[in-house]
């Protein structure tokens, strides 16, 4: 028996773009949405003030990926040099429970994250949507970024705001460089990254003590605000003032707000998951003056089919290192 062990420049290697990462993630809601996949909510320890070691298995019908994602997340790490997210992520063998593969985690997180910013506005988002606001410049905003370019066709202005200028300046550096179509705009605050956004985009640090940068009446009318970033940017009443309030999922939500150190003052009532979206059980935007907040916390079924799909790669070009097992 051997398995494949993929580092993090073998996982790059196989060149999957951020159409195919979405595919597959939308796929994955979908059948999330029809019932077909095991996914607990995901356990985790926190050795160091804000910081956070989770555990996130999931198994995926039809695609039949079944693994655990092992990630952390410190944000001290940026002052010292090192990546905020780190990890790594096994896929065993649904039928005989072997693992196939151990593979670099880093990328898949920000990539399926992303992609789940572009389901997000699939399907809550106005198609016309021509500006989009991102508030933190670091790494979840580029695949982000990348998601809304292929979802919504008419994307046209970026609005960009960091705590950090150098970071805007990077952001807006790479981005532009990637789609020159687009016309990138530093905004020195929150509220002027807002104005007339039609979709926000909030990737901030989750903190346990936020200070939100964001208040009600930000969001205009007909917008999509999509957090990745847990309640740290958004106020209570700028979440409560949306006609629908989504998530990635549900009991993953409240089961994270049962802890008591997350989503206390959310809104009571959560309309939907992207799962029930993607399957076609609930319909996402009725009409074009909508407020709508979507809270992607991130969660293992999209790690497993993007994997997955990684994996499928790995195999048939033989990128990796097959080790013993």
Same mark, same amino acid.
């Given at each position: ?36 996949? $095991? ?24 695609? $039949? ?19 905020? =997210? ?47 606001? =991102? ?38 550096? $790479? ?92 809104? $009571? ?57």
């Amino acid at each position: 028996m051997e398995l494949i062990y993929l580092s993090r420049s073998d996982v790059e290697a196989l060149n999957m773009t951020m159409k195919d990462v979405l595919a597959a993630v939308d796929n994955g809601f979908r059948l999330k949405g029809l019932g077909k996949t $095991e996914m607990p909510p995901k356990p985790g320890i926190h050795p160091r003030p804000d910081s956070f070691i989770h555990a996130m298995p999931a198994y995926v019908q039809e695609v $039949e990926s079944a693994g655990l994602k092992w990630v952390s997340g410190y944000p001290a790490n940026t002052g010292k040099g090192l990546p905020y =997210i780190t990890g790594l992520l096994v896929l065993n063998d649904p039928a005989t429970g072997i693992p196939i593969a151990v593979m670099d985690c880093a990328w898949i997180t920000a990539m399926r994250t992303g992609a789940s910013v572009g389901v997000a506005a699939k399907y809550l988002a106005r198609p016309d949507s021509r500006q989009a606001g =991102i508030l933190g410049c670091g790494v979840q905003a580029r695949p982000s970024l990348m998601a809304l370019v292929e979802t919504l066709p008419q994307l046209k202005e970026v609005r960009c705001c960091d705590l950090f200028p150098a970071a805007v300046k990077r952001f807006m550096d $790479e981005m532009g460089k990637l789609f020159p179509q687009l016309r990138f705009i530093p905004c020195n605050t929150p509220a002027d990254m807002a104005k007339n956004a039609d979709v926000i985009v909030t990737a901030i640090p989750i903190v346990t003590k936020p200070a939100p940068p964001l208040e009600a009446g930000l969001l205009k009318a007909g917008g999509l605000a999509v957090s990745l970033d847990y309640d740290s940017a958004w106020t209570s009443a700028a979440m409560k003032e949306c006609d629908k309030f989504c998530s990635d999922d549900v009991g993953q939500l409240l089961s994270t707000k049962g802890h008591g150190v997350y989503f206390g003052d959310i809104p $009571e009532r959560v309309y939907a998951d992207l799962g029930e979206l993607a399957a076609g059980l609930k319909k996402g935007r009725a009409n074009d003056r909508e407020k709508i907040f979507a809270m992607n916390m991130g969660i293992a079924v999209d790690d497993m089919v993007t994997a997955k799909a990684l994996y499928d790669r790995a195999v048939k070009t033989r990128v990796g290192v097959r080790l013993p097992l």
